[in-house]
């Protein structure tokens, strides 16, 4: 039997483990380049803070092709790992469950989660290894009662050098990233072919039969028993717009915002990003250096590399955005979002002055990186894994799925979400 998984992300990482594990012939079509880290060349970057190098959030991708920045809106720009490992190879390491609106279709992921935690050694980075500022914000959060946690991490401690830069890449291979989930199958029942763009899915009246992919200039059809779409929130609402599918409007982001204080040598950079966090209804706090506000964002200019302070607050938004069939992402944030954002900023600087933190208190640029929502599942869908306007053979196996926005890591969910799916695509070839 073969199976083509369209990316290789966590969602994309484990369903073609778990085929691949159960006989599948996989093919992993990437469009990303194979990754590798920014973080020896960081300094140099950061000299060129202002200038025409750094313009904007598009500058981004000329030093670091393996972000995908997109603008969705003046007031919201939308960063993607588009790369071997997608996210995950540009992500923090954070690793918690994110369940928000699962419940309501009743979708309980326990097992999944239990089986993937598990194979995860998930730590929290030791507070003897924070910055002695990221000790003070914590207990000050503990007495002003917002109850923070250290964030647990899929980061081997042994091998961090707490450089910061995990959103760079990782040098040191002390972070987990979606290619070890598949690296000892490859050759061994996955093959992946990184540079190759999936355009559409080739259908044969209501069943999916292959892809046509461009490598470059020239173009393919490729084959396939079964098509499992892990290309994210927006490159699978992509392809499915671009194949005559419908993709729900219903793109949500989990918006980032950092505000930005500052404190005379505190270096923030030196020790892994979001060492602990406050969970609130709708977002958490974090403390967190914004490497692409301090990069990119005008209002950060004026404060140096190690005096720059950041307090991250991640907000569910409302799940209203648009992919189009050439990539177009509309999004906005609502009148919910900026009040949110607005009770969110007050906690935030609360906390910061009273660590002792000095203002000016300058939000950060305002992003999103937590994409789902495109292709999201209904308690009829539950049982099946498979979205009923879905093709035959067409499955969706990635953040897609997931109908609520979280304000949280989103490793783990889609990783739980993408094995519950592959497990039903060998249920379903094993019955037909
Ligand atoms: C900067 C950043 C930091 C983050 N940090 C954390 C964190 O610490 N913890 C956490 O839990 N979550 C984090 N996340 C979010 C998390 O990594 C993702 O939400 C999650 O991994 C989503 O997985 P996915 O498989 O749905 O999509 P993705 O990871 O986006 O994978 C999609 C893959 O498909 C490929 N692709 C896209 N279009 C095509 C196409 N047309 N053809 C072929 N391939 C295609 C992409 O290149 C990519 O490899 C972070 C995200 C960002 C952007």
Not at 41 to 51: A, H
Not at 173 to 188: I, T
Not at 351 to 358: C, F, P, Q, R
Not at 399 to 420: D, E, F, K, V
Request: one cysteine or more.
């Amino acid at each position: 039997m073969r199976a083509i998984v369209v990316g290789s992300g966590s969602g994309g990482a484990i369903a073609a483990r778990e085929l691949a594990r159960n006989g599948f012939k996989v093919t992993i079509l990437e469009a990303g380049k194979p990754f590798s880290p920014l973080t020896h060349r960081v300094s140099w970057l950061t000299s060129f803070r202002g200038s025409w190098l750094l313009k904007n959030e598009n500058s981004i991708k000329h030093v670091f092709p393996h972000y995908g920045v997109t603008r969705a809106s003046p007031d919201l720009a939308i960063f993607r790992g588009l790369t071997e490992g997608g996210c995950t190879s540009i992500a923090c390491g954070n690793m918690v469950r994110a369940e928000y609106g699962l419940k309501e279709i009743g979708l309980d992921l326990s097992a999944e989660f239990e089986e993937i935690e598990k194979s995860l050694t998930i730590l929290p980075i030791p507070r003897e290894k924070w910055r002695p500022l990221t000790r003070q914000m914590y207990d000050t959060a503990e007495q002003l009662a917002h109850s923070p946690k250290p964030t647990p991490k899929v980061v081997d401690l042994d091998k961090c050098v707490g450089c910061g830069y995990c959103e760079l890449g990782c040098t040191t291979g002390a972070k987990w990233d979606s290619r070890r989930v598949y690296e000892d199958y490859l050759g061994k029942g996955i093959s992946l072919s990184t540079n190759t763009t999936v355009h559409k899915v080739l259908l044969d009246g209501s069943r999916a039969y292959g892809v046509l992919v461009s490598h470059g200039v020239s173009t393919e059809k490729i084959n396939a028993d079964v098509v499992v779409l892990s290309a994210g929130g927006i490159g699978t609402a992509q392809i499915l717009r671009a194949s005559g599918l419908p993709a729900r409007e219903n793109l949500w982001v989990d918006v980032v915002l950092t505000i930005g204080g500052q404190m005379k040598d505190s270096r923030m950079l030196s020790e892994p990003p979001m060492a602990w966090f406050i969970k609130k209804d709708k977002y958490i706090l974090s403390p967190y250096f914004d490497l692409l506000s301090f990069w990119l964002h005008k209002p950060w200019k004026d404060v140096a590399m190690q005096d720059r302070v950041g307090m991250m607050i991640k907000l569910a938004d409302t799940e209203q955005g648009t992919v189009a069939a050439e990539g177009t992402v509309t999004k906005s944030l609502t009148r919910v979002d900026i009040e949110s954002l607005d009770k969110a900023r007050i906690e935030a600087i609360q906390i910061l002055e009273a660590s002792g933190v000095a203002g000016p208190f300058v939000d950060g640029m305002v992003h999103g990186g937590h994409l789902g929502g495109t292709v999201p599942l209904t308690k009829d869908d539950v049982e099946t894994m498979h979205p009923s306007w879905l093709p035959q053979d067409l499955w969706v196996a990635d953040l897609s799925l997931m109908p609520r926005s979280q304000g949280l890591p989103a490793m783990l969910t889609t990783l739980a979400l993408s094995l519950r799916v592959a497990r039903k695509i060998i249920q379903a070839k094993n019955k037909s």
